[in-house]
């Protein structure tokens, strides 16, 4: 059974749906969480930031198919991107970012996301949503399971327990709460799983009441 939980440099959780198998591992000192995807029908991977230990990647990317083909980073900080260039450069993968963080990250970004766009990966789409806040352009990203219930890669933007850090300079915790109440818990129901960029899982329903706190402490 998936739990969702990881360990640095640890083994992989492996969470398999009708049409889609996802993924975590954690990777690096500050405890990232990485996602490969993995179609079901066409073996087409996405990969949801390469934050660190390359060759930890590489061995998750062997877990599923082997191949490559786009890796999408949530947001520009450090250590979510540390592994970027060397993935990309292994793989030749596609890669894309939300578009105000896009000139941040150390490749080239062929696909700059915005809210409401969609990424495809072989016959899988996954929904974008510009959760503004932590970062200019971070971006979650939304998997409708046609099974089940939706599937949503929120970096570090939502986490058990509130929305990510807001307190370093550029950063904004009002857009980021008005954007994760309005982009997420407005249109996703109590039984989406949310998969953050470190730690442990959660779902919406087991966050959404806490959400007035979180107004009223500003974090």
């Not at 954690?26 to 087409?44: E, F, I, K, P, Q």
């Not at 990969?47 to 083909?69: F, M, N, Y």
């Not at 503004?132 to 399971?145: C, E, I, W």
């Not at 799983?193 to 500003?218: I, M, N, Q, S």
Request: aromatic fraction near 6%; charged fraction near 20%; proline fraction near 5%.
């Amino acid at each position: 059974m998936y739990a969702g939980d990881v360990t640095p440099g640890g083994p992989s959780d492996v969470r398999e749906l009708a049409a889609l198998t996802i993924r975590k591992c954690s990777v690096g000192s500050m405890d990232n969480n990485a996602y490969l995807l993995t179609s079901t029908a066409t073996g087409a991977q996405l990969l949801i930031d390469a934050a660190a230990d390359a060759p930890r990647l590489t061995a998750l990317l062997s877990e599923g198919t082997g191949s490559l083909d786009l890796v999408v980073t949530t947001h520009q900080h450090h250590d979510h991107v540390q592994a970027l260039a060397e993935v990309v450069a292994a793989t030749g993968a596609r890669t894309a970012a939300g578009a105000e963080d896009a000139d941040a990250l150390p490749v080239p970004v062929d696909d700059r996301l915005a809210q409401g766009d969609r990424v495809r990966f072989g016959d899988i789409t996954l929904d974008v949503l510009h959760l503004r806040g932590h970062t200019p352009g971070s971006v979650a990203l939304a998997y409708a399971d046609p099974g089940g219930h939706t599937h949503l890669f929120t970096g570090d933007s939502l986490f058990p327990g509130g929305v990510g850090n807001t307190k370093s300079a550029g950063q904004d915790f009002d857009a980021l709460i008005a954007d994760v109440s309005d982009r997420v818990f407005d249109v996703y129901d109590d039984q989406t799983w949310v998969y953050p960029g470190h730690g442990g899982d959660t779902t919406l329903g087991a966050e959404r009441p806490h959400l007035p706190k979180w107004r009223a402490r500003g974090w």
